[in-house]
């Protein structure tokens, strides 16, 4: 258990529907992330929040959509995706942000899009 | 751009044969390298940060190794339960973590 909780585990969906992420961190930590794993490729960081406020969006799609209400939790709005989205996708937390903190990660859900 | 890159892709190992992996990177800045740990259907463990060129750190059978341009990771006698996919990362001055793509590693008995 890493403190760090993702719901659901697995979620398929089409190309039409809506969906949300959710991840929720036991550890008090300030900072909260996304990232998207994919076959062979490096994890790739989505969004960042600090202390509810994004500080970071790496030029992601405006299909995925963000929000985090409070420091311990951390959505991502999923409409209209592409098969090519597919992939598994990790929320993370860590004391603050600054790169050099050491991330605790969820066990992260794994999409598919038909 | 921090770049990081990982070799092997794969590896094999039996149990008890001791080998090492590769991270080999290019950043502006090092601020820490890190390696993780990810098994199967979860997200990443922390295992180390390394600070500084010549630092070393040690957990069981694992250590940990740095130089100005690469990490080495080298198990000691692995067993079964180190399998897993290991991660290197790098994060420099620009406050930014890059991530490789990471090394396969299978221990049989």
């Known amino acids: 258990e890493t403190g760090v909780t993702q719901t659901p585990r697995h979620l398929v969906m089409g190309m039409t529907n809506k969906k949300s992420l959710k991840c929720e961190q036991h550890l008090g930590h300030n900072a909260m992330y996304w990232y998207k794993q994919s076959a062979k490729k490096p994890l790739e960081l989505m969004f960042v929040?600090?202390?509810?406020?994004?500080?970071e969006n790496n030029s992601v799609p405006s299909r995925f959509s963000p929000e985090c209400p409070n420091s311990s939790h951390l959505f991502l709005h999923l409409h209209t995706l592409q098969p090519e989205d597919s992939a598994l996708y990790l929320c993370?937390?860590?004391?603050?942000?600054?790169?050099?903190?050491?991330?605790?990660f969820g066990s992260g859900t794994q999409l598919s899009v038909l | 751009e921090d770049q990081v890159t990982q070799s092997p892709e794969a590896l094999r190992l039996q149990e008890g044969e001791s080998s090492s992996l590769n991270c080999s990177y290019t950043v502006s800045g090092l601020r820490g390298l890190f390696w993780y740990r990810q098994d199967p259907g979860k997200g990443p463990e922390f295992l180390f940060t390394l600070y500084s060129a010549g630092e070393e750190k040690e957990k069981e059978r694992l250590k940990a190794t740095l130089t100005k341009k690469e990490s080495f990771l080298h198990i000691t006698a692995p067993k079964p339960e180190d399998s897993a996919t290991y991660l290197c990362a790098v994060a420099g001055t620009a406050s930014k973590l890059t991530f490789g793509t990471g090394t396969r590693l299978q221990v049989t008995l």
């Open positions: 993370a937390s860590s004391r603050a942000t600054g790169g050099h903190e050491k991330l605790f």
């Open positions: 929040y600090s202390l509810e406020e994004r500080v």
